[in-house]
C-alpha cells in the first residue's frame, strides 16, 4: 500500500514538473518571438490546391506584433488563404493564459522535438488547441498544428536559416483544409480537351498548402497601420 | 478576276443596311456588359467564386480587370454572333434568288464556282471584319476601361491564373480560332442558301442547328456525350477556350505559355475546317447543277 502511494506521488511529482517544463519552454520561445514587434518581408509563394492554378507569386508579407499580419501580391492575384495569419506564429504567443502540456519527443525533418500542447484558458480564443514541435537547443519552432473554432485545422512546417535569431524562418509551408469547388453545369461553358475527368478526380482532395519562401526581412523598422485595413 | 467579283460581293453585303446590324449589335451588348461589370462586377465574381469566400482571401477588383471582361464578353457574345453571321451568309445566294438577280448573276461570263468562291470569300471577310470588331472592343476597349491585371479563367471544376504578361497572345490566338469556328457556321448557312428562294428559310434554318445542337451538347447527358457531342461542329466552336486552360506542374503551379493539350485545340481546329469544306463544296456543287429558275 504505501509502495503504491510513493509510486502515484512520484508520477504526480513527476508530471508537475513536466508541465512546469513545458511552460518555461514556451515561455522561453515566446520571449524570443516577442522580439520581433514588426517585419516587412519580401517572398515567393506557391500556391498548390487541387482546383487552383496559379503562377509561383511574389508577395509582400507585413507582420505586427502581436497578431496582426498581412500578405500582399502587388503585382498579380492570389488567393490567400484565410487563416494565413497562422504564417506567424504570434497568435500562439500572444496567448496570455494557457496551459503547456507535454507530450513527448519526435522527429521532425529529422530533428529530434519535444511536443507541447497547448490549451487556451480564454474561452473567447478561436484558437482550440495547438501542439507545438520545439526544437529545444536552438528555441525553435519546427512544426505547428493548431485547431480553430472557425477555420478548421491548420500545419505549419518551418524551415530556418539566416533569421533563425529572431525565430523567423527562410521557408514556410502552411497546411489547411479547403473546400469543394464546383460550379454546376452549363454556366461556364467549358471547353471540353479531356482534361475533366482528371480534374474532377482531384478535387476529391482536401487539402491545400502554400509554400512562402522568404528571400529577405526588414525587422523592427515600424509597419504603417493602413496596410492591415 | 476572282477579286473582282470579290468586291463587288463585298460591296453588295456592305450596301446593306442589315450588314450594319450585326457591329450595332455587337457593339451594344458589349458596351452594356462592359457596364453591367462595371456597376456590379463584385456580384458576378461572388457568384463564381463565392463558395471560396470562407477559405480564401482574394481582391474582387484585381480580378475584375480588363482582360477577365474581354474572356467573359468572349464566352457569353460567342454562343450568338452565328446568329448575325447566318444574317449575312445565309441571304448571299437565297437573297439574289428572292430578288430575282441570280439568273442574270449566272449569266455573265463567269464560272459558277467562281462566283460561289467569290460569294463565300466575301462572308470570310464579313466574318473577319466582325470579329475584329469585337476584338477592339472588347478587349482593348476592357483594357481601357478595367486595366490589365492577372487574368482568372473560372471553369465548373476550378479556376487557372494567368500571369498578365502571358495572356494577350491567347487572346489573339482565341480570336483566329474563333474566326474559324464562324467561318464554319458562315459555310453552313451559305451552303443552306443555294437551296433556298429567299432568305429567310437559311437563316432560321442554320440558327436552329446551332441551337439544336448546342443544346444536345449542354444537356450532358452520357448518350449524348458519347455519341453525339463529339462530331457536332458546336462543341469544337468552344475551342478558342482551349488557349485559355494551361499546364501546370505537379504542384498546381501555371506554366508560363503553355496550353493544357494543344492536340485538342487542333483536332477542334482541324474538325471545323472538314466541316467548313463540306458545307461549301457541297453548296458549290449542287449550286452547279442547279437548274435556276429565279
Known sequence: MKKSGLIIFCMV????????????????????????????????????????????????????????????????????????????????????????????????????????????????????????????????????????????????DMFYGRYANYGLPDKVRFTFNTRDYKLPKGVTFDYDNGSAEKESEKTKDKKGTVEISYSSYSINKGIPEGIFN | MFITILRIELFKIFRKPRTYISFGAIAVMIILIQLAIKVQGTELINFFLGSQNSTFDYDPAKILNGYFVCY???????????????????????????????????????????????????SVVYVVMLLLWMAVLSLFGSILLFGTNDLVVIKETGFHIISSGDVLWRFMAAFLFATLALICIASLA????????????????????????????????????????????????????????????????????SVENTGAILKSGLVLTGYTLFFLLLGVISFKRKDILS
Open chain 1, 13 to 156: 511529482l513527476l508530471y508537475g514538473v513536466k508541465a512546469q517544463d513545458a511552460g518555461a519552454l514556451v515561455e522561453k520561445i515566446k520571449g524570443k518571438y516577442n522580439a520581433v514587434k514588426d517585419y516587412e518581408a519580401n517572398a515567393k509563394m506557391k500556391t498548390n490546391v487541387v482546383f487552383i492554378k496559379a503562377p509561383v507569386a511574389n508577395i509582400k508579407v507585413y507582420y505586427k506584433n502581436p497578431d496582426q499580419l498581412k500578405i500582399r501580391n502587388e503585382s498579380g492575384i492570389s488567393f490567400i488563404p484565410r487563416g494565413s495569419v497562422n504564417v506567424n506564429m504570434g497568435n500562439i504567443f500572444t496567448m496570455s493564459h494557457y496551459a503547456a502540456i507535454d507530450a513527448g519527443t519526435e522527429m521532425v525533418n529529422g530533428r529530434n522535438t519535444r511536443v507541447i500542447k497547448i490549451l487556451p484558458d480564454d474561452e473567447q480564443s478561436d484558437v482550440v488547441l495547438s501542439t507545438l514541435y520545439i526544437d529545444e537547443a536552438q528555441l525553435l519552432v519546427l512544426r505547428s498544428k493548431t485547431t480553430t473554432k472557425e477555420n478548421g485545422t491548420y500545419e505549419l
Open chain 2, 190 to 257: 451559305f451552303m443552306l442558301s443555294v437551296f433556298a428562294e429567299n432568305s429567310i428559310g437559311p437563316i432560321v434554318a442554320t440558327v436552329c442547328i446551332v441551337i439544336v445542337f448546342t443544346i444536345v451538347q449542354q444537356l450532358q447527358v452520357p448518350m449524348f456525350q458519347e455519341y453525339a457531342s463529339p462530331y457536332l461542329f458546336t462543341t469544337h466552336m468552344l475551342g478558342w477556350k482551349g488557349f485559355f486552360y494551361v499546364m501546370a506542374t505537379d504542384e498546381n503551379q501555371t506554366i508560363r505559355g
Open chain 2, 72 to 122: 467573359f464578353i468572349l464566352n457569353t457574345l460567342l454562343i450568338h454572333v452565328p446568329l448575325l453571321v447566318a444574317l449575312i451568309a445565309g441571304d448571299l445566294v437565297a437573297g439574289e434568288a428572292n430578288m430575282g438577280t441570280l439568273r442574270l448573276l449566272v449569266s455573265k461570263p463567269v464560272s459558277r464556282e467562281m462566283l460561289m468562291f467569290s460569294k463565300f470569300g466575301a
